[in-house]
């Protein structure tokens, strides 16, 4: 069985209208559904889906405030047994996971109903069957092959903080992720509207005491929010039942919850999908967005967050990682926090103490386009996990800059005793860091820059991320 990961689609800039949406299923274990979809060209398709079984993986919790019936555990992934077309096929349900393609169709496990309802904030309620599935035609862009990428400038992984559809939020609650997260530094980077619509729901013009959102209605069936801009960046037309373009700027990524400046540590922009009222997965959709607005080859997906113990083990997984038609992944590297160099997708490890690490992975493709991505691991003692520093970085700005050029970084640690260091990856001496540090590169190239410090009670702390200086 031929099961591959899709990156852009190459006729999506010659194709004249938009692709139809994905077809969503939901599907108790036994159902079987006969599916007929539509090709740009008018020719159909057809295919017969059976769900099998559902296996889904927990792991301890040791971090979140959570109901007792969930006590100690979150979903780590599932892992659905199909029959496609008489013929066995296993999907994998988890963070960052891609459509894969079987039989001329891809397929995607939006969610199960365990996923999408054992949650103490924004379970999904009306997920009545126990798994819904997204189909698509191979070949066929995943939706409207117009829509556009919502923030102007930005580079996918630009900061440590960023969460996706399902994975697990690293706050005090069981929350799964329903949209996207995009960290950035607050009121640089212009958002704009990924598809024409009306807007529904405006911030403006003193926010709306929630999450300052932007709502447009594309058309009958899709709604698209915006989430955390500051009402001082809204554009002053963005108002209610105005008809807006797709590329007109709404406003700027913000750190707006309920008030100003609450995002403090996590300043990110949130983007959500609704499609004949429900939730719908934002990470296919975007991915592909990405790679129609911007050049890269290649996008390093490490996983974002784990989760363990001293002597416990964590997998790491660097194949979810995602490339452009017509390119291939040659090379994956991972750079340890123990000084260690593992040169394979996978790798398990485990940790002696408690602490913030961080894991680098490098991929190259046949070309040498070269992508970093960097897993953030919190080793846990059990004990006083409350205590844990956590946080994030950024820096600004994230695509454009040049050698010579000033980068502003962002130090959002906490829990923190005494000084972090500032390691910007160009062989300079490390630097002190408070919570903002300007530099300026002399080469072009890709770096690493590293924040390090220690916990209040003395564990080891790091925090990467990657900054990119263009020729």
């Not at 496609?84 to 199960?112: A, H």
């Not at 619509?197 to 209605?217: C, F």
């Amino acid at each position: 069985m031929m099961i591959r990961f899709l990156g852009l689609l190459l006729y999506a800039a010659i194709c004249q209208q938009a692709a139809a949406w994905p077809m969503y299923i939901d599907f108790n274990i036994g159902d079987d559904h006969h599916i007929t979809l539509q090709d740009r060209y008018g020719e159909k398709h057809t295919c017969k889906l059976k769900l099998v079984s559902i296996d889904h993986e927990y792991e301890p919790n040791y971090w979140h405030r959570i109901p007792k019936e969930y006590q100690a555990k979150h979903l780590k992934s599932v892992r659905l047994s199909l029959e496609v077309n008489g013929r066995k096929v296993e999907l994998i349900k988890r963070p960052y996971q891609s459509p894969v393609s079987v039989d001329g169709f891809r397929l995607y496990v939006e969610d199960t109903k365990r996923w999408a309802k054992e949650a103490s904030f924004l379970a999904i309620e009306n997920f009545l069957k126990d798994a819904r599935i997204a189909v698509a035609l191979d070949n066929e862009s995943w939706g409207p092959s117009d829509m556009l990428f919502p923030i102007r400038s930005y580079r996918w992984g630009s900061s440590p903080y960023q969460n996706t559809w399902g994975s697990l939020v690293p706050y005090n609650s069981l929350y799964y992720h329903r949209g996207e997260d995009f960290g950035a530094i607050p009121d640089q980077l212009e958002v704009q509207a990924i598809l024409e619509g009306t807007v529904m729901e405006t911030p403006l013009p003193k926010g709306d005491g929630k999450s300052n959102a932007i709502v447009v209605r594309h058309d009958a069936d899709f709604t698209y929010r915006v989430s955390h801009v500051n009402t001082t960046t809204v554009q002053k037309n963005i108002q209610k039942d105005v008809h807006i373009e797709d590329g007109e700027i709404l406003a700027k990524t913000g750190n707006t919850y309920r008030r100003p400046g609450a995002q403090y540590r996590d300043p990110h922009l949130h983007i959500d999908f609704t499609y004949k009222g429900r939730p719908v997965s934002t990470f296919p959709f975007l991915i592909e967005a990405y790679f129609r607005d911007y050049p890269e080859n290649l996008i390093a997906i490490s996983g974002s967050y784990a989760y363990t113990m001293p002597g416990e083990e964590v997998a790491l997984d660097a194949t979810r990682s995602i490339v452009r038609t017509g390119h291939r992944i040659i090379d994956y590297t991972w750079k340890l926090h123990d000084g260690q160099i593992v040169n394979q997708a996978k790798h398990k490890l485990r940790y002696s103490r408690p602490g913030l690490y961080t894991e680098e992975l490098i991929v190259r493709t046949d070309d040498g386009s070269e992508d970093r991505d960097f897993l953030q691991v919190r080793v846990f003692d059990n004990r006083n996990n409350e205590s844990l520093a956590y946080g994030w970085a950024y820096h600004t700005p994230v695509r454009g800059l040049r050698p010579g050029q000033t980068v502003r970084f962002w130090n959002r640690l906490t829990g923190i005793k005494g000084d972090v260091s500032l390691d910007t990856g160009d062989g300079s001496s490390a630097k002190t860091i408070e919570k903002e540090y300007e530099y300026q590169y002399a080469n072009p190239g890709t770096y690493t820059a590293t924040f390090s410090g220690r916990g209040t009670d003395g564990h080891e702390v790091t925090v990467k991320m990657k900054i990119v200086v263009e020729e």
